[in-house]
């Protein structure tokens, strides 16, 4: 079984940049999951899809942060401007079943940001 | 509001030595509680979950509902272990996670 895929896997860019980052679950998750891990703490959730639809983006920066998931399977979240606080690794993650406290959640090797 | 507490950032063991990663939680609810491992160079994957009460790769973990705790165990350590662990909650009956701080696992032969 192929695991989550993400690219890129490092980004460096400058402030008030943009950029975008790519997201392939298991095939035939219906959830998937953007996670920041900033250094030095553990991951903290930015946005749930389940199929197509945004179950939680609460956490999610808005004025900065959009993702999305049109097909209901690969993902892109953007920050557009970045800031220097946006530096990060970018985990995504996929889990079959959504609802289920106890689903696994299957993580990628995540995307490493820079913002200079 | 709920929250994940790993005192430790660093644990440092020799081999066959025990080992107790430290969880803590606030939750008033019935937890359901996860313990992740990321080892050098490879991804955050699932380690145990409360619900099964097993023992994965020698680690245990009991959950202590009067001290609010979740603490990870195992009773000889291998130079393998060495990863940074992560605590994990459920956020208010949900799938969505909350994780904490991590502890870095330090192995020595």
């Known amino acids: 079984e192929a695991g989550v895929a993400q690219s890129p896997r490092y980004k460096i860019i400058e402030k008030r940049q943009s950029v975008a980052f790519w997201c392939n679950p298991i095939?035939?998750?219906?959830?998937l999951y953007w996670y920041q891990q900033i250094l030095g703490q553990g991951p903290k959730l930015l946005i749930q899809?389940?199929?197509?639809?945004?179950?939680?983006d609460s956490q999610l920066p808005k004025d900065r942060f959009s993702a999305e998931r049109l097909k209901g399977v690969d993902s892109t979240l953007k920050i557009q401007p970045a800031k220097l606080e946006d530096s990060a690794v970018y985990l995504c993650a996929s889990s079959g079943r959504t609802g289920f406290l106890n689903n696994e959640q299957f993580f990628g090797p995540g995307t490493r940001l820079t913002v200079l | 509001a709920q929250r994940v507490t790993q005192p430790e950032k660093l644990l440092s063991v020799f081999k066959g030595a025990p080992v107790e990663l430290k969880c803590n939680y606030s939750y008033s609810g019935s937890p359901e509680l996860f313990w992740y491992v990321q080892y050098s160079r490879q991804r955050l994957q699932l380690l145990l979950r409360?619900?099964s009460r097993e023992s994965i790769k020698g680690f245990t973990a009991d959950l202590n509902k009067g001290e609010t705790s979740f603490h990870l165990k195992k009773p000889f350590a291998q130079e393998e272990d060495s990863a940074m662990y992560y605590c994990a909650l459920p956020f208010e009956g949900t799938d969505k996670l909350i994780f904490g701080t991590g502890t870095r696992l330090q192995v020595f032969p």
């Open positions: 409360h619900i």
């Open positions: 095939s035939g998750h219906a959830t």
């Open positions: 899809f389940q199929n197509n639809g945004v179950v939680d």
